[in-house]
């Protein structure tokens, strides 16, 4: 069920790239990002909270086994039950039971990049059950039939008149722009579904080890109405989210919101420790934690493990030039951009996203950015030399090989050199240099290179 | 002060005059500059596009173009036929005007070579006397020793590798500012990719000329006259798209633009 449409990619982006509206919404959204960032970190040490967290983190990741096992026996202790899932089915398949035994007819939802990539709504839907997103960018999202775009602003590629026509058409409501007006007629329809939805999903940024809590960051106050105000809670998160101690949430808070918005600090910080407890007047009454694989563990000792440390911010999609021209739906995958460029062959298989550890123009601003010290632009490499590798494209073999044994003559480098400058104008070269010259133009040739003028003495 | 030039060989083939300008500005700044002349490319372009094993002969080909008489040297070199002067790791420097190309030998080789056992330890070496031609200005020869006089208005743009790779930023500003009568324009959203990328240029055209074209939007709105940078491959691909494009603005390599202050 799980289709990785990555494998499209070229196709999928020049669709985009095409599109002057989605770019415009795009650039002016990112950038806007990009600034927010930048002046929000002014008053704290990025450099040093980034390698807190990176220690953090890959103190987490090294010892996953060790502080998952803690997390469980802590969250049991909470009353929560845990379910490890190592694949989508699995996950789809429990939440399913635990709606089914609960007769459950109506659940909300909060935003979770997990369940995108389970695809546990379209699922549950399927079952019957209907499943709300109720974060206003996943409702968005949900109501143009939609997958999101981006992974903290999932309706990014919308501008503010897209979105009134679609309230319009879907829900409506009258033609207004006003971005208030749109909020408040979307938690109107939201709150007759909080009211009425007898289960709640959502997803965690933070398991904690040494309490057993599952921590949501998030602004709309809909996680923590998804998480409170129904009888069943069903966590859905990744594995690699742990972190050791409650404490170490001081470095992440100030990272994380930051990094993501531009904010010092999200609205609201819930931190979830299990059922409600007798003396407690509300909450919900069972919660459930599904702790989802799907592909992690294979990263664990190998050189791409620290891709684990993602905290999901979103800022290298941000910064990110390609990201900002074609938009998260060209990258066929629930994880765009920089960071979903590894993730996606990383955890789905290299098979499923060839080319798009090659989107990328190295620029390095997605690692200048990261939050937890990922070497993103330095792991999208290592990810070509393993597809390269795998590949068996004997025309680009075969180029290569001739082009290193062109670099390894030195005479036969320059008589290379000679022959590309005389019949830099012949129709053959221009053909196959097409990829270049159906959009740029070639620089004028000179008819000696350095190294002959340096030979021939006129230098001196 | 012995300086090796170090010619990325894009530039050697195709903007010789990037390499020529580069010569005279650090004889002008009294190095004494010898070319190596069995020097080739350094292999970016394979070890960007995954091919690790090619950039790594690639890599060491260079090494040994620089060092002809280092027992490390394998049988593919030829030299030009003249003895040619030894690379000294603990006097000489190599000097290059191209941040990308100065990254690869700097940040990438030791990588790539550091399971070799005759590469390993001169590469790591070899790397932190390996300097972009403005770093090297700045960080070696003291930038109050240059001065210039051109009239043009430019503005400046960083190639991201000189910027992330190698931490280029004020150098070569501080370079432009010592010439008279330049006056310098910062681009709106100066540290955003251009585009170029190496094989991402051919590999995803639309994506990198849309890159471009945002690029040579910013650029136009500073109505400066010439886009100076370290790196002639970002300004190849901009030049390219400019002139497709229709713009008539000039796009010159910062060694260009001092030659032409000193001359």
């Known amino acids: 069920m799980t289709e990785i449409e990555a494998r499209h990619f070229k196709e999928l982006y020049k669709k985009q790239i095409v599109n002057d509206q989605l770019r415009a919404n795009l650039s002016k959204a990112t950038l806007q990002a990009v600034d927010s960032r930048g002046e929000s970190f002014k008053e704290v040490d990025f450099e040093f909270l980034r390698k807190q967290a990176k220690m953090i983190r890959e103190e987490s990741v090294s010892h996953l086994n060790q502080l998952l096992s803690q997390f469980e026996d802590h969250a049991r202790e909470n009353g929560c039950k845990i379910f490890y899932a190592e694949t989508p089915e699995k996950a789809r398949a429990y939440v399913l039971d635990v709606a089914m035994k609960n007769n459950v007819n109506l659940i909300v939802k909060s935003k979770s990049m997990v369940t995108e990539e389970i695809e546990l709504v379209p699922f549950l839907s399927g079952k019957g059950i209907e499943t709300v997103e109720t974060d206003l960018g996943e409702y968005i999202v949900q109501l143009a039939k939609e997958k999101p775009s981006h992974i903290t602003t999932p309706a990014i590629h919308k501008s503010r008149t897209e979105i009134a026509q679609l309230f319009h058409d879907k829900i409506g409501t009258e033609m207004n722009n006003d971005p208030k007006f749109l909020t408040a007629e979307a938690r109107r329809v939201l709150r007759e579904k909080f009211l009425s939805a007898n289960m709640g999903i959502s997803g965690a940024n933070f398991l904690i080890a040494e309490t057993g809590d599952a921590v949501i960051v998030e602004n709309e106050g809909n996680a923590r109405l998804s998480t409170s105000s129904t009888d069943i809670h069903v966590v859905v998160t990744g594995i690699e989210k742990v972190i050791p101690k409650f404490s170490d949430l001081r470095i992440f808070m100030r990272l994380l919101a930051r990094s993501s918005t531009g904010q010092k600090l999200t609205s609201y910080v819930s931190v979830l420790r299990g059922p409600r407890r007798e003396e407690e007047k509300d909450g919900p009454r069972e919660v459930h934690i599904v702790l989802v694989d799907n592909g992690r563990s294979s990263l664990l000792g190998t050189e791409h493990q620290e891709v684990l440390n993602c905290i999901r911010c979103g800022a290298c999609l941000n910064v990110c030039p390609v990201y900002r021209n074609i938009g998260g739906h060209a990258y066929g995958s629930v994880y765009p951009g920089p960071i979903g460029s590894l993730v996606t062959p990383m955890y789905f298989g290299e098979k499923n996203a060839p080319d798009l550890p090659f989107a990328s123009s190295l620029c390095g601003n997605c690692t200048e950015v990261c939050p937890v010290g990922i070497e993103i632009h330095h792991q999208l490499l290592s990810l070509r030399n393993e597809i390269v590798a795998a590949k068996k494209s004997r025309i680009e073999r075969f180029l290569f090989k001739n082009y290193r044994k062109t670099m390894l003559r030195p005479g036969r480098y320059r008589m290379m050199g000679r022959f590309a400058r005389m019949f830099s104008k012949s129709a053959l070269v221009r053909r196959m240099m097409k990829q270049w010259t159906d959009y740029r133009d070639l620089p004028e040739f000179p008819s000696q290179s350095f190294r002959e003028m340096y030979k021939s003495g006129k230098l001196n | ?263």
Do not use: W
Request: hydrophobic content about 40%; aromatic content about 10%; glycine content about 8%.
């Open chain 2, 1 to 263: 002060m012995r300086v090796f030039l170090f010619v990325p060989c894009f530039v050697d083939q195709l903007f010789p005059n990037v390499a020529v300008s580069t010569l005279k500005v650090l004889q002008h700044l009294g190095c004494e500059v010898l070319f190596p002349g069995d020097q080739t490319c350094c292999g970016q372009p394979a070890y960007n596009s995954g091919y690790f094993d090619e950039a790594r002969l690639m890599a060491m080909h260079q090494i040994n173009s620089f060092m002809p008489n280092s027992p490390t040297r394998n049988h593919y070199s030829t030299s030009l036929g003249k003895t040619e002067s030894e690379f000294d790791l603990k006097r000489d420097y190599a000097v290059g005007p191209s941040g990308s190309c100065v990254a690869m030998i700097r940040n990438f080789y030791p990588g790539l070579l550091e399971t070799d056992q005759r590469y390993s330890q001169v590469a790591a070496e070899f790397a932190t006397r390996t300097f972009e031609l403005t770093e090297f200005i700045n960080n070696v020869v003291g930038v109050e020793k240059f001065s210039g006089k051109l009239n043009a208005i430019v503005s400046f743009h960083d190639s991201c590798h000189g910027l992330r790779e190698l931490g280029i930023k004020d150098g070569p500003r501080n370079i432009l500012r010592r010439i008279d009568g330049l006056k310098l324009v910062e681009l709106p959203y100066n540290e955003v990719c251009c585009g170029f990328g190496g094989t991402f240029s051919v590999k995803f055209p639309e994506i990198s000329v849309a890159m471009a074209d945002e690029k040579l939007k910013n650029f136009s709105q500073t109505k400066a006259d010439i886009l100076v940078s370290t790196d002639t491959s970002c300004l190849m691909h901009l030049q390219g798209r400019a002139k497709r494009e229709g713009f008539n603005q000039r796009f010159a390599h910062i060694a260009e633009i001092m030659a032409e202050s000193i001359s």
